[in-house]
């Protein structure tokens, strides 16, 4: 499985999307760092009616700032950051798209087995009414009640093949290869729920997460632009060097100038003041954000985990039901041989084996779909799966 997801990884446009957003924000770090560098400004025209040339050249290097130019460094740190946990989540949910696209065709082809198995054991009971009708032992309406459960048969069949071109298509979007080498189940079970971690360490992968950290950063990103919003109300220390050459009563006049001076947009109204006053609501908007990230993961990851231990719980019951089913299915035989039983409690009692039976498969792979869904929630994902295949190759 680990070799299939590599594939889907490396083919995924969504992962090259994000890879290239990682990169543009790496560089958005060294445009923000240019705000440390001197800045040149240089304007130039025609002066004294159009026939000699003047011009307007200031070189300023800030001095003092009162952080804005670190807030703003900082700001685009926390988004290179949170660019690369998107990357690692869109790996995360790319890895369990392949992962589920290989469970639903796993499940299609078994649940196809099973209805194919009981359309099979449909249509000896079908012979049998026939030969009973053909006998005047029973008339056509218990070959018609025969007949409706082989077009109720029929009707999953369609259903559930359609469920199978679904995964398909999807599998082969995924991989660009048709299914044709998926891993056993028990290959991509291999008990994966007791590897997944404790009640206790449960909370530090939260902490550790991808998505987490994506949101944490989110506060930063908040802090940060609530330092930018303070510095802004401050006038800057700038050091001026300019040079001019403008015409001053009617004549050309060289002018420059080195000098410290203070700086400061004042903006409209109390825009300024306002600005700081929103930051800090958004200080508090991404905290809660924050909080609640945390706590959804939390739920979700326990609620998997605990929805798994039910799962294997059930499993058992519907082997023990199963193992009653079969002595009944034979004992109705044997009783409907000797006139004791009819065909409409052969029927009832094949369809119910069958809805068991396709039971069974369904929790079985749900068994193995949650906990995958718990790895790739938290940011393990990948390296189960690399231990998954020491583990085969081993």
Known sequence: MADLVNLGLSLNPRVHAAVAELNSAKVNIEVEEGGYWPSLSISAGPENGLSELG????????LYDWG???????VATAQMKQKIYSLLMVRSDVSLEVIEASLDIALANKQLTLVGDYTERLKKILSLAEKRMRGNFSDRAELSRVRQAISYAG????????????AEWRYMNLLHRQPTDLPLL?????????????????????DASPKYMEAREDLYIAVANVQTAQAA?????VLQAQAQRREIDGELTDDSSVAVR?????????????????????VEAAQWNLDSVALEMERDIYSNKESVTALYHQQNAIKEQLQQTKILIHTYQAQFNAGLRTIEELLSVERENYE?????????IESYRLPYRSASALGILPELLIEQKNTALN
């Open 68 to 74: 804005e130019t670190d807030s703003k460094v900082d």
């Open 233 to 237: 109300e401050r006038p800057n220390l």
């Open 262 to 282: 203070f700086q400061m947009e004042l903006g409209q109204g109390l825009s300024n003041f306002k600005r700081t006053d929103m930051q800090r609501i958004q």
């Open 186 to 206: 028990t290959e991509m079970n291999d008990r994966l729920i007791d590897k997944l971690p404790n009640e206790e360490s449960i909370k530090k992968l939260i």
């Open 356 to 364: 068991l039976i396709s039971q069974l498969v369904n929790n079985i």
């Open 55 to 62: 011009y307007d050249l200031a070189l300023t290097q800030m």
């Open 155 to 166: 009707q999953q069949q369609a259903f559930l093949t359609g469920e199978l071109k679904d």
